[in-house]
């Protein structure tokens, strides 16, 4: 037993530059962990492993971390060394650019300061080599979605500015146009043909329904229920693992953590199917009446069931129509114009075959604020 020395403290209390995630690293955290490979660039050996070949056993030269990459499945190794510990992303050596384990404060190799030394960079694995079990049916979905013109291409590069442009100066141009049209205007002589009113009472009916439905969508006021045991379809979100996801740990090692994503999964469960009677005010007729400016305006007559069982009958909104039509003059002869007063007070003051004035628009738009009276 010996005491810790100062360079155990230096160890744990001064290591800088800790990663925030350490997936593998941390205590309790359970995702393997393997090493990164490494090919020697100055003789050539190839496959050499990140966390045990720190240096190439074949000449010596020290790995590098641009050397490093992720193995293939076959080429994976775990961690042999039983004192391996992850210390955090290896620190680059300023002076001569060797990489050391985070712990170290001086460069093993040229003894170098390293205090306020660059972490290594992390090589992200790439897409194609994300996710063992690929999910096959997203991919064919997307790609499905980018061929019947849902999605956007992700590979089709097209330049659409000159279309845009010119859908704009499309849109400008009948813009102006129609605002032109709307805007320039010429007098109509008009001559009142006919008036006509028209009073509606819209008439509910409380009628006895039928229906079925799940027991919990049913209507509260349901009836005569009688209910089966049915299977019910439920879709639910279910997480389930697409992949593995690989991550340079920054010291020759990496970790590999399951990648996850969510489906949609539909399954069967008994529930109450059921068939009902319930009672709802339902549309049962409109009474009209109309007439001409010979007769008075009246509602038709119409009482209110007094009991509200079913096939009792209520009032459920009244309408009124005050319609004035004109025949065209001059270059309008032969045209009907109809128009619709507000109400009885503006409608009564047309008379049958008195002449009016009214502006049209060259969209051949009828402006009826602008009717005006004239004399004859
Ligand atoms: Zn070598
Ligand atoms: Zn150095």
Do not use: H
């Amino acid at each position: 037993m010996s005491l810790p020395g100062f360079g155990d403290f230096l160890k744990n209390n001064l290591t800088p530059n800790q990663p925030d995630e350490k997936p593998g690293g941390t205590p309790g955290s359970n995702a393997p962990v393997f090493q990164m490979l490494w090919d020697c660039k100055f003789c050539g050996t190839k496959k050499l492993l990140g966390v045990d070949n720190k240096f190439c056993p074949n000449c010596g030269s020290p790995q590098a971390p641009e050397m490093r990459y992720f193995p293939s499945e076959e080429d994976k190794k775990a961690i042999s060394d039983p004192n391996y510990k992850y210390a955090g992303v290896d620190k680059l050596c300023p002076f001569c650019q060797t990489p050391n384990s985070a712990a170290a404060n001086f460069c093993k190799q040229c003894g170098g300061d390293l205090t306020g030394a660059k972490q290594a960079e992390l090589k992200v694995e790439s897409a194609a080599t994300v996710g063992q079990a690929e999910d096959l049916v997203k991919k064919n979905f997307d790609a499905e979605m980018v061929r019947i013109g849902v999605a956007p291409d992700p590979n089709a590069q097209r330049n659409w500015t000159p279309v845009v442009l010119g859908v704009i100066a499309v849109i400008a141009l009948v813009g102006g146009l129609l605002f032109f049209l709307s805007r320039s205007t010429y007098k109509v002589e008009l001559q009142v043909a006919a008036m006509q009113w028209e009073r509606t009472i819209t008439v509910e009916r409380l009628a006895i329904l039928t229906g079925s439905d799940w027991q919990d969508s049913m209507p509260g006021d349901a009836y005569n229920v009688s209910c089966t045991t049915r299977d019910r379809t439920y879709t639910r979100s279910e997480s389930y693992q697409c992949g593995t996801t690989r991550i340079d740990r920054g010291d020759g090692s990496f970790s590999e953590q399951p990648k996850y994503c969510t489906r949609q999964v539909q399954e069967q469960r008994p529930d109450r199917w059921c068939s009902y009677t319930y009672n709802r005010w339902t549309f049962s007729r409109n009474l009209v009446t109309s007439g001409g400016p010979e007769n008075e305006p009246v509602w038709a007559s119409f009482t209110p069931s007094a009991s509200i069982l079913t096939g009792a009958e209520r009032e459920a909104g009244r309408f009124e129509k005050y319609v004035v039509k004109f025949a065209g003059l001059g270059d309008k002869k032969g045209q009907e114009f109809t128009y619709e007063a507000p109400d009885f007070t503006k409608w009564k003051t047309f008379a049958v075959n008195q002449t009016y004035e009214l502006d049209f628009n060259r969209l051949e738009n009828a402006l009826w604020d602008t009717l005006k009276e004239t004399k004859r």
